[in-house]
Each structure stands twice: as C-alpha cells, then as structure tokens.
C-alpha cells in the first residue's frame, strides 16, 4: 500500500465508542448522537457570536434521521442539486440553498418552490433562468439569485478536492465579469478550502475582495462554501468569529457557511468483522525501481542485542519510525517542551515493549575496549576495532542535529535505502541526557571526494544537480549536504555518504523494506471501493482504534474487502496481538462522506446506519438494506 496515504490527525481526538461492540451487528455505521450534539453546540457559538448563518452541506452529512436535532442548532441546509433540496424541504424544514454546475428546466420547477438561494455557476445559466426567477418572483415567491466566482486562490493541497485548480469548472473568474451587466444578482457565493482552519479562509476572503470589489458592494449576501474543521479540536475558533465580524462591518453582508465535514467530525465509527485471514506464507518481493543498493558490508560480529538478525534491525528501525511518526500527528500542534516530553516516553514506551532498551552496564561490557572517536556535540563515536564498525550513541533531544529522533531515524534510513550506507540500529540507550539511540555502521579509511565524483555518482543513480551540493531525482526525493566533506571515497572507489540529508523519502520509508514475505491479508465485511471510497481517492487512511502503522505493533496485516476488484484494500496495519476471524475492528470518523459515497458495487451489503445515544444508553438500527435496495438502483 501507499505510504503516502495520511492518516488525518484529527480523528485521534474521536474517544472510543460508548457502546459495546457485542451488541453491534456488522458492517454498520453507528454515529454518537452525545458527540454529534457536541459539535452542533459549538456551531450555534459560532452563529451567536459571529452574525452567520452556519448550514449543513448535505454533500457531507445526509443522515436525515438525525435532522430533528440538527435543526434545533443551524439554520438550514445547501443542495447540491434537485434531490437534496428536495431531501432539505421535507425533512429538515428551514432554509434551503441551492448550487450546481447546471440545471435543467424540470429542475428549475421544482427548485424555485422550495429554495431561498440559488447559486448558479456561470453568467449563461444566470441569464438562461433569470426569467423563470422573475416570473416565479411575481407569482410571490423565488430564491435570492447569486453567482459563484472562483477567488483564483487556493492552499488546499490534494488536487482532487481544489475548486480553485488551473482550468477548474467551478465558479467564474474575475476577468470574465469584467464589462458584464450583473443587474439582478443578489449573492456572491465561493468554496475553496478543504478541512481548513479559519486563516485559510481569512486569505481566500482577501482574494475575493480584491477580485470582486464591485458584485461585493452589489449584492445582499456571501455565501463563504464549505471547508471549514470548525468543530475541529485545535481549530481557531475566535478568529473565525473575528474575521466574519470585521467582515460584516466593512461589507454590511448577510453571511453563510456550509461546512459538511464540521457537522459530524468525529462522530461516527464503521464496525467491520474480519472474515477470513489469507497469505499467511508468500515469497519475497522485488524492490522498487527507485532503491539503489550499493556495497554491503555486512559482518558476522556479535550485535549489541544477540540474536537479532539484520533484518530484525531494519524492521525495528522502520517499527520505531512508526511510532514516532504517529506520536508527532497526535501533538502536531504542541509546544517545543511538549513535543520533546512526549518524544522521549514514546522511545522509551517502544524500546521497553519491543525489547530494545540496552541495559547501560551491558552496553559497557559489549563495547569493551572500544576506542572513542571524536563524535563533537551530536554522538558519542567509538571504533570497534576487531569489526570495523564505528558505533555512535546519538544524543537527545536534537539527535544529530535533525531536531527530533524521527527525522533521524528518517534520514539514516534513507541513507542506508538509497545511497546504500550500511547503518544498523541496534536499540536504545538511557544515558545521563536522556534516551539515546544506538547505531553502527562501517569504518571507512578514505579519502575526500572530488566534486566531478560526486556529480557522476549522482547521475549514475539518476539525479540531477539542482544547487550546490543538492540533487533531486524524479521522484522529487533530494539529497542536500553532499559537500565534498561529507563522502569518503575508499581504496577501492566506493562512495560512502558519511553526513548528508535525504529530504522527500518519508513516504518510501514504510513501503521500501520487502523483507521475506508479502503480509497476511485480512478479509473484512466492509470495502475500500463500495464503503469508504474516499481512502482510494483522496488517498488517506483511515484510523483504527487500537492499530497502529506496520510494524509498529508485533502483528502486520493487509486489510481487504469483499468486492472482486483486486484493490480493495484499505491500507496496511499492525496489531499487538494476531487478529482473529470474528474479531471487530473500529474505524474512526466515518459519519462525514463517507456514508454518501457508499455504493452496492459487486452487490456487497450496505452497511447498516445506527445509532447510539449516551443518554439513553440505546443502540438503534435506524436502516437496514438488503437485496431490494441493491435491485431498485438498477433496471
């Protein structure tokens, strides 16, 4: 699978469910009615203290049976078209919002009836249906009219999601309004953040107003779209507040906004069952295209921890990375004392439940008589003279001037996967300073590298040189630091890459070790494709309570769904214990979009839509679906 499917770090924050997971039947959405009013809570805040109106996006969260209590805390919802305006008349009964791409005249006729906006997407539909507005106007009721425009500005980083992408469909630009009659628009709409915080969107809204001064000081309202993580915990909610408010005083607008996500963030879980383990035992993989090996130096010497093979070490090392990486999602937003706390008891919580914490006096008496080097502030340095190994005890905090144990790991392991050095991670050591980590690699009696070899060498693993002493090859990965200083070149002319940075090989760090099987594939009740059709598009990967990255924990599994398409497969994990058919696993924040992307390809059961309530204590299948629902979709 891809490393470079992220695991958002919000849905950290998602507690484990309140309910028992016995009374569950599986596959099946259960979304917490107590965390769903939470967030509602905090968007009607919002609305009190802002002068905006906040709508559900229908787009990401269409639950109808929980709109009696949505309605109790927003203003009404946005469609994205006939049937979820129809869905937000009959079933949520406030404001409706309408925008779509086009729309038709049998549409139309149903729309006007029903809406109090609608956004159109360019000047031609707006002037194809404004004599059908103004008629339904003086026939006594029509929605407000708007356009939706394109701010030409954007941070949302996956291009699948940017509504403001080169050549994008949606809105319209700046430069076509130029000269045009805009009597009769009532509105500016524009969407262009994607689970963004709220200085995101007080940039975008300096774009529009300097994009569109004129239909701004023209129209009533601003529609502000969707993307906002309002209800995410470290979002900032005052400076929402802030920019809306200033907003409004310049501009005198009615305000709206339409997040989708916010409304049910953390709210709901996917049950699934494990149905059948298969690929206990496989043959080993080729490596990739983009890993060059050079020179192994391989020695026979006694480790610093017996009995632990090469590979055991570079799974550990890529195992510890792992968890590092994950404890840094969890505290992304952390101050500097926090983070290197947190960092310190998750080397330590590791290396004592994977059994790499070397005792000190063991330490002492494996290096025996080993010679200190100079190591300078960033290591202790010591020659094991008898096998040519140079071993360095790589100081905390900065641990080699990387800045977190992480990135060193990072960076060593890049090194060894790419340029070949043959470092070794041999475990953790509690020093007078903290944790250290223990690595080795060769002793090399060389000479300094001339520039021209350093160029050739990098040409011959397809870099290119970008600026002095940085390359880049076409995987975008870099190697910076490749001074002259930094890369020995032996008797033999092997290069060794003593201290240079490789930046951009994190996702290969996961996905680059083949070690000698291919992993076992857990077969689940729910699919990638037909239930959770975002983890193959965005990509991202979704959270498992009580999982963790592979290799992090002892036991690593493919996890795969039920459908024929052989890329059914949500993503690789790791367990502390073997799972076990039967065994329910809880995928985390599963309430938003993902419930209305669902499909029934292949004919694979709907999952079923529950609920739980706190309160209460009650769990209820609000929906079933069976063979019925598959049959109705087609003809």
Same mark, same amino acid.
């Given at each position: 699978m891809s490393a470079k499917a992220e695991i958002p770090p919000h849905v950290f924050d998602q507690p484990a469910p309140r309910f028992d997971l016995n009374r569950v039947e599986t596959p099946a959405f259960v979304v917490d009615l107590g965390l769903l009013k939470s967030n509602l809570e905090k968007l009607a805040m919002v609305q009190r203290e802002s002068g905006a109106k906040v709508l559900l996006a229908q787009k990401g969260f269409s639950m109808w049976s929980t709109y009696p209590l949505l309605r109790q805390h927003l203003s009404g919802c946005c469609a994205s078209g006939l049937h979820e305006a129809l869905l937000a008349h009959d079933e949520f009964g406030k404001e409706v919002h309408v925008y779509a791409p086009f729309f038709t005249e049998e549409e139309m006729e149903q729309i006007l009836p029903i809406a109090c906006h609608i956004s159109f997407n360019s000047l031609t539909q707006w002037r194809k249906w404004r004599p059908m507005i103004e008629r339904a106007r003086a026939s006594g009721h029509a929605p407000s009219p708007g356009i939706r425009v394109n701010p030409e500005y954007s941070e949302v980083e996956v291009a699948l999601y940017d509504p403001c992408s080169p050549g994008c469909r949606l809105g319209i630009r700046a430069e076509t309004l130029e000269g045009e009659d805009l009597?009769? #628009?009532?509105?500016?709409?524009?969407?262009?953040?994607?689970e963004q915080d709220s200085d995101v969107l007080e940039r975008t809204l300096a774009a529009v107003e300097l994009r569109f001064p004129k239909l701004l000081s023209q129209v009533k309202w601003v529609n502000m779209g969707g993307g906002h993580h309002i209800t995410r915990k470290d979002y900032d909610v005052d400076r929402l507040i802030r920019v809306i408010r200033d907003f409004k005083q310049v501009w005198n607008k009615e305000v709206y906004l339409e997040p989708g996500e916010a409304i049910a963030l953390n709210t709901g879980y996917l049950i699934a069952s494990v149905m059948d383990i298969v690929g206990q035992t496989c043959v080993a993989k080729s490596q990739k295209s983009t890993i060059v090996k050079t020179q192994s130096h391989e020695s026979n010497r006694t480790h610093l921890l017996p009995g632990r093979s090469r590979s055991d070490r570079e799974i550990a090392a890529r195992a510890l990375h792992?968890?590092?990486?994950?404890?840094?999602?969890?505290?992304?937003?952390?101050?500097?004392?926090?983070? #290197?706390?947190?960092?310190?008891?998750?080397?330590?919580?590791?290396?004592?439940?994977?059994?790499?914490l070397i005792p000190t006096a063991e330490l002492e008496s494996l290096m025996g008589d080993a010679a *200190?080097?100079?190591?300078?502030?960033?290591?202790?340095?010591?020659?094991?003279?008898?096998?040519?190994?140079?071993?360095?005890?790589?100081?905390?905090?900065?641990?080699?001037?990387?800045? *977190?144990?992480?990135?060193?790991?990072?960076?060593?392991?890049?090194?060894?996967t790419l340029l070949g050095l043959d470092w070794q991670f041999e475990g953790l050591v509690e020093a007078y300073d903290g944790l250290r980590i223990v690595s080795s690699q060769p002793f090399v009696e060389g000479e300094r590298t001339e520039v021209e070899q350093i160029y050739s060498h990098f040409a011959m693993l397809g870099f290119t040189k970008v600026r002095e002493n940085t390359y880049r090859n076409d995987q975008g990965i870099t190697v910076a630091d490749a001074r002259a200083d930094n890369i020995l070149r032996d008797r033999d002319g092997i290069l060794h890459f003593i201290d240079v940075h490789v930046l951009g090989f994190e996702s290969e760090i996961e996905s680059a070790f083949t070690g000698d099987s291919v992993l076992p594939t857990a077969i689940l009740n729910i699919s990638a494709t037909a239930h959770m059709p975002d983890t193959l598009e965005m990509p991202y990967r979704p959270h498992i309570i009580g999982a963790g990255f592979p290799n992090e924990f002892a036991h690593t599994y493919r996890l795969g769904g039920p459908t024929c398409l052989a890329g059914d497969v949500v993503n690789?994990?790791?367990?502390?214990?073997?799972?076990?058919?039967?065994?329910?696993?809880?995928?985390?924040?599963?309430?938003?979009?993902?419930?209305?992307?669902?499909?029934?390809?292949?004919?694979?059961?709907?999952?079923?839509?529950?609920?739980?309530?706190? *309160?209460?204590?009650? #769990?209820?299948?609000?929906?079933?679906?069976?063979?019925?629902?598959?049959?109705?979709?087609?003809?």
């Open positions: 009597e009769g #628009l009532e509105g500016l709409h524009f969407h262009a953040l994607c792992a968890r590092l990486k994950e404890t840094a999602r969890r505290i992304d937003r952390a101050d500097a004392a926090e983070r #290197l706390n947190t960092e310190a008891e998750s080397l330590r919580a590791w290396a004592e439940e994977n059994s790499w *200190e080097l100079e190591g300078a502030t960033e290591h202790d340095v010591f020659l094991d003279a008898e096998n040519g190994r140079v071993i360095k005890l790589t100081k905390s905090p900065n641990f080699g001037a990387r800045g *977190e144990a992480k990135s060193y790991l990072e960076n060593m392991l890049a090194c060894a690789d994990y790791s367990f502390p214990q073997p799972l076990e058919i039967g065994q329910k696993l809880v995928f985390t924040d599963m309430a938003h979009y993902t419930m209305v992307k669902t499909t029934t390809f292949n004919g694979v059961p709907h999952p079923d839509i529950d609920t739980f309530d706190p *309160e209460t204590g009650e #769990l209820r299948i609000v929906r079933r679906f069976g063979y019925e629902d598959f049959k109705r979709k087609l003809s």
